[in-house]
């Protein structure tokens, strides 16, 4: 299995992967949608509810050259045009090994995913850093 479907598969599991037109439109109206991931044979109408649910969501929209009957096979729910990862370091880690494949059309969105990750891997430690010291 290809490792970016690895990657959707591990949130999934972590119940951490909105299916489907709904689930990811609510994901993102809850603010809670990192990106939305649309499959390359969704029809136009599912195109423009996703990026309009990321508009909403204030997330990103990336089109993976995935079929719906792929995306199906990692979710365990038929072939969904549509999912939507709320783990902003698994969101930033599939669209990273994505853009490996190609740069390009990802890297920018990599780009700033691993960025926002980072930030807030650093806010973590210093909250409970600080914490620690006032425990003391």
Known sequence: MD???????LAKKAGLLAVGAEGTGAAARAG??????????????ALRRA??????????????????????NVSGR??????????????????REIAETDPEQYGESADMLTRRAQAQAEKKKNTISGKRRAEQ
Do not use: M, W
């Open 78 to 95: 038929g072939s969904p045009g549509t999912v939507a990862i709320l783990d902003l370091g698994l969101a930033a880690r599939f669209l």
């Open 3 to 9: 490792r970016n479907l690895q990657i959707l598969g």
């Open 51 to 72: 990026r309009y649910s990321a508009e909403i969501g204030r997330c990103l929209h990336i089109i993976v050259p995935y079929s719906g009957f792929e995306l199906g």
């Open 32 to 45: 809670k949608a990192r990106v939305i991931i649309s499959a390359s044979d969704s029809s136009e109408s």
